[in-house]
């Protein structure tokens, strides 16, 4: 069990740190225009609302996932002690709340532009 337990620690924290390898890897070619993902722009009060929700969620997934590497962690260096697993347990099950309540968020402003007409 604790063997499967370190194995599964180890592979979040692979996927974690190489997760922001992903973005890298996309190749932009320079000789096509590219044109805005967003229709609404930065001047307008929902292009406020939009870049601070953004920033909001960047804000809340690395804290989900800094709580959720700081469960592990203390779960792999618990010792079999039982009240250092059970926190260890609390700080991975509250990341997770965490990942869940920010996704939740963002497809809810989403949704909501979307009502309203605006491209988020």
Do not use: E, Y
Not at 62 to 76: D, R, S, V
């Amino acid at each position: 069990m604790t063997k499967l337990l370190k194995s599964l620690t180890a592979l979040q924290i692979l996927l974690f740190a190489g997760s922001p390898l992903a973005a890298l890897a996309r190749h932009i070619d320079p000789n096509i225009q590219h044109v805005p993902a967003k229709a609404v722009g930065v001047g307008t009060v929902v292009g406020w609302l939009n870049t601070l929700g953004d920033w909001i969620f960047t804000a809340i997934m690395a804290l989900a996932a800094i709580i959720l590497l700081i469960g592990a962690f203390g779960l792999l260096t618990s010792g079999g002690d039982a009240t250092k697993i059970s926190s260890a347990k609390n700080l991975i099950i509250w990341g997770i709340i965490g990942v869940i309540i920010a996704i939740l968020a963002k497809g809810l402003l989403t949704l909501a532009c979307s009502f309203v007409g605006f491209v988020c």
